[in-house]
């Protein structure tokens, strides 16, 4: 009977969604609308409760919206240099990678294989006073103290480029694969010199790419707290962080899952409108 | 006639392999000039080395008397229709047609007008607001035609343009393409490996092989005077037969049948050669006077409508294959019953002898 065979056959993904996925936002819901008991431990509550959406009115306090802000600006950022970096990556082992494209794309995904937090710690060895890259700048005799690398926005945002880089390169890379060579030919062949060529033909053609590279690089990086634990100061305080602290730190956990729900309605709201865009794109124009 | 292109002994390789081999060409302007051959015949390569996508490895290539070898393909007066037609999915119609005028900075009230101008000779101005993924292959096909054609290139290279069109819709774009090639007056380089598109078309064919060019003459001319057995066999269908001369304008065939020939220079007795009779040359039974006759078996006969095929048995392997028309005076398909005994003919100047 087909219906029995489709039953078991989903019967495990199914079972894994529902464990790991639905179980564990349901909580996070409940949580959210909780409180911290006078023993410090944190309690369920339901949302129609007095004082159920106590957290979530808390999260709105002024106090919060500089780490929102920062984390959007960081990821605009993070996304940008991704792209600026990834799309001549693939770019060129699109178009000039030959028989060796594959193998080159593997060698870029072979280091995602390291946990991103292992891969963050090596920075933290290069950037840091310390570290690798300024002892050798004091060696070269280039300074004589050394430079601020370590602790500042920019070794957070470029501690998050390097983590999601590859998000970037694979679907732009995808999408030039998908190009019909004689496309950029046709380019050439209109008058169209390599810079308008590029401008004019290759860039729009890619564009479903570089969205949804965006996309996948934009909204980890705005939740991401490692970079910015690991490589950045108290400056650098993200929205990821504040949500670990809630958690880790002032054991509030009732909070965190509040502010955790805010981030996800957040981000769904920005991928919500790439997939708008994604599908006006895909469209035929009528 | 002026000149529009000028191939001077133009060599490419690729590695090792010459994709095209010392090829001589001289193209007129407003010539309607084919090059037909098999895949990897090199005819591609060639037009894509006018287009400035590849470069000679040696020779030169003019284009309206200048040499072309420093200039960039955005620079040459040329302008491709591509195979896969390569339109901008992005872009509609109009703004498809409008790329070429754009970059050449053309203003924006004459790019209106030849754009227009441009869909109107393609038949598409009700479609320029389309996308080119809504389009069907023949109007695709239209629109890279007129993305090309709106720039007034002196050369315009089309590959294979009709490849992917069915056989219905590539006999009515023939008619159009030659129509608009006579209308606007272009110089075409069309390539192609279909024999019969490259004979209805062109004013004349370079029919290429291996890298060289064989024989480069009027449709007619390559029909009915091929230089090599290879021209023979691969425009129309040709009867091959091999023989040996036997003396002066004798040829003995391999099946022991002696037939006079007119036999070209140089060529001496004992030496092996090749008789080509086109099927359509060859008289079953009704000889004309001063027809060259053998006789043979019918070995086998196909119906095809407008004519009939019957193969016939010389006898020793050797076959010849005549091509009978079903007319209003006699009808071939119910002569020639396999078995019986027949007599074939041909005039002696319809056979040609090849080396």
Redesign the interface.
């Known amino acids: 009977m087909a219906g029995g065979f489709w039953t078991r056959f989903l019967a495990a993904p199914g079972l894994w969604l529902l464990c790991l996925f639905a179980l564990p936002l349901t909580l996070t819901l409940a949580m959210s609308f909780g409180y911290v008991d006078e023993f410090g431990r944190a309690a369920y509550d339901s949302p129609f409760a007095p004082g159920a959406l106590d957290n979530y009115a808390d999260a709105f306090d002024p106090i919060y919206l500089p780490s929102l802000v920062r984390s959007v600006t960081y990821a605009l950022g993070t996304t940008a240099l991704c792209l600026a970096i990834g799309y001549p990556i693939a770019y060129y082992i699109a178009r000039f990678g030959g028989r060796r494209k594959y193998l080159l794309i593997g060698l870029l995904v072979l280091p995602f294989f390291v946990n991103y937090l292992v891969r963050t710690y090596a920075w933290v060895a290069l950037l840091s006073d310390e570290g690798l890259v300024n002892n050798a700048l004091i060696d070269l005799g280039v300074t004589s103290q050394g430079i601020q690398m370590i602790n500042t926005p920019w070794a957070v945002i470029g501690g998050l480029t390097y983590g999601y880089l590859v998000f970037m390169i694979l679907p732009v890379f995808a999408a030039l694969e998908r190009m019909d060579p004689a496309v950029i030919e046709a380019g050439k062949d209109l008058y169209g010199n390599k810079l308008q060529t590029f401008l004019h033909v290759t860039l729009p053609q890619t564009r479903q790419g570089i969205l949804a590279g965006s996309v996948l690089v934009f909204l980890p990086s705005v939740g991401d707290f490692v970079s910015a634990t690991l490589l950045g100061g108290p400056n650098t305080f993200m929205v990821g962080n504040l949500i670990q602290d809630q958690f880790f730190a002032a054991n509030n956990w009732p909070f965190g899952a509040a502010l955790t729900v805010i981030m996800m309605i957040f981000l769904t709201i920005w991928m919500i409108g790439y997939l708008r865009a994604a599908a006006r794109e895909a469209r035929p124009a009528l | 006639m002026a000149e529009a292109i000028k191939l001077d002994r133009v060599t490419k390789r690729f590695g090792e392999v010459a994709a095209v081999d010392d090829v001589t060409l001289s193209i007129a302007k407003g010539e309607f000039f084919s090059l037909l051959g098999p895949s990897g015949c090199g005819k591609t390569t060639t037009l894509r080395m006018i ?3 590849e470069q000679p490895s040696e020779g030169h290539i003019l284009l309206e008397g200048e040499p072309v070898e420093d200039v ?4 040459r007066n ?3 229709v ?3 037609y ?7 119609v109009e703004d498809n047609v409008a ?2 005028l754009k ?2 900075k053309v203003p924006k009230p004459e790019i209106a007008q030849r754009v227009r101008e441009a869909l109107e000779l393609v038949s598409l101005e009700q479609r320029a ?3 080119a ?2 389009l069907s292959g023949g109007q695709q096909q239209r629109v890279a035609l007129a ?2 054609l709106v ?1 007034r290139p002196a050369v315009l290279l089309l590959d294979e343009p009709l490849g992917a069109l069915d056989l219905k819709l590539r006999r009515q774009m023939q008619g159009e393409l030659k129509d608009i090639q006579r209308e606007v007056g272009i110089t075409f380089v069309y390539v192609t490996h279909d024999q019969e598109e490259a004979l209805a078309m062109s004013d004349r064919i370079a029919v290429m092989h291996d890298g060289k060019v064989i024989q480069c003459a009027e449709p007619e001319e390559v029909y009915e005077r091929p230089d090599e057995a290879f021209v023979a066999g691969f425009i129309g269908v040709s009867n091959l037969m091999e023989g040996v001369v036997e003396g002066e304008d004798k040829v003995k065939l391999a099946s022991g049948q002696k037939v006079s020939a007119a036999l070209p220079d140089g060529v001496g007795r004992g030496e092996t050669v090749q008789l080509s009779i086109r099927p359509e040359k060859i008289a079953l039974d009704e000889m004309q006077k001063g027809m060259v006759s053998i006789e043979g078996t019918v070995e086998q006969r196909v119906y095809q409508g407008v004519n009939t095929q019957v193969t016939v048995s010389l006898g020793d392997g050797a076959r010849i294959v005549a091509l009978e028309q079903n007319t209003y005076i006699v009808r071939s398909d119910d002569r020639w019953e396999p078995g019986t005994k027949v007599k074939v003919g041909w005039h002696a100047d319809h056979c040609l002898v090849l080396r």
Do not use: I, M
């Open positions: 287009a400035g996508f960039p393909p955005y620079e040329v302008n491709t591509f195979q896969s390569a339109l901008f999915e992005h872009l509609n790329f070429g970059r050449k607001d389309a996308r993924a809504e993305r090309a720039n």
